[in-house]
């Protein structure tokens, strides 16, 4: 179920799995917890885990792949979010469009002083944002209609860079894009290409000044069985004391951004069955995709 660098017997649990190990002893210092969530870094697994003590004989770990149980809790989640927002979308979009429209109008008078009409814009302003957070909830809660299947990945990566660079007005210079080899993995085309535009909008977004350059590095993860790409750029990067927070809804540091964008991309890798994840670098940022496992590589 885990993937292993081979079998090792009498191993302590540490060399083998840290992340297991560290899990061991939070139990051990509060050992009501009935169970734990445990990450294996560069695979998109995700542990369940069980302790129980054997006097005489140690502890006894039951480790469950939670794939299955997350899985549920997500379709549940997105129904209730779906509901939700289709009950509320027609009665804020109305009253938003009546300001909207208003706005405009205002802003069209000839009697209208300077000041009042940055007071106008301001209003206009926060309209759009109001209806970019309506139309980025319903963008997620339709992400069921997607389906995972094979694709060939690198060159569905050569497609995104084609077409994002045409839409954003990058050149292609911009971006490096590097692999040796071109495995197939189980991913919807669609939410592929809007996770990647999310995460390469969020560092257009995020840009210094510098001229902005994006690299992509498919590879397999150290298991030699997950296929892993890194989207990293050239920016000032994340503040370490901010990194916990980049994935939760509505969190930004900019004044014109929903916070949505990076909470998106990481639901839709969830509901393809991948993780998306933060990695520590010494300069810039850089996200991970880990997909679901190992598939076969494709044909050039």
């Known amino acids: 179920m885990m993937p292993t660098p081979g079998l090792v017997e009498s191993a302590p649990l540490g060399n083998t799995f840290p992340e297991l190990q560290s899990a061991l002893e939070r139990w051990k210092a509060h050992p009501d917890t009935s169970a734990q969530l445990v990450d294996i ?32 809790i997500q379709q549940l989640k997105l129904s209730s979010l779906g509901r939700l927002t289709a009950s509320i979308a027609h009665q804020i979009r109305n009253p938003l469009g009546a300001i909207s ?11 209208l002083t300077d000041a009042d009409g940055r007071l106008c814009q301001i209003v206009l302003d926060n309209a759009r944002r109001m209806n970019l957070i309506v139309e980025e909830i319903l963008q997620l809660t339709r992400q069921s209609h997607g389906k995972p299947g094979k694709m060939a990945l690198v060159e569905e990566l050569k497609i995104f860079i084609e077409r994002f660079s045409r839409e954003q007005q990058v050149e292609n210079t911009a971006f490096e894009l590097h692999s040796t080899f071109n495995p197939n993995v189980d991913f919807d085309a669609g939410h592929l290409h809007q996770v990647l535009g999310n995460l390469c909008l969020n560092s257009l977004y995020h ?26 750029d ?58 679901a496992e190992k598939s076969q590589e494709a044909h050039e």
């Open 234 to 291: 050239n920016g000032t990067g994340i503040p370490t004391c901010k990194k916990h927070k980049v994935f939760e809804p509505f969190y930004t540091t900019s004044h014109t951004g929903t916070g949505l964008g990076l909470y998106i991309a990481r639901e839709l890798c969830h509901f393809n069955g991948a993780k998306l994840s933060l990695l520590t670098t010494r300069q810039g940022t850089c996200f991970r995709m880990a997909f």
């Open 41 to 72: 870094p560069d695979t998109a697994l995700e542990l369940r885990v069980r302790f129980t003590d054997l006097p005489a004989l140690g502890t006894l770990l039951v480790i469950e792949d939670n794939a299955a149980l997350s899985q549920q």
């Open 101 to 111: 429209h208003a706005g405009q109008l205002l802003g069209e008078s000839k009697a």
């Open 207 to 232: 840009n210094s000044g510098t001229a902005i350059q994006l690299t992509f590095v498919v590879a397999l993860a150290a298991d030699d069985k997950t296929v892993v790409l890194d989207i990293a």
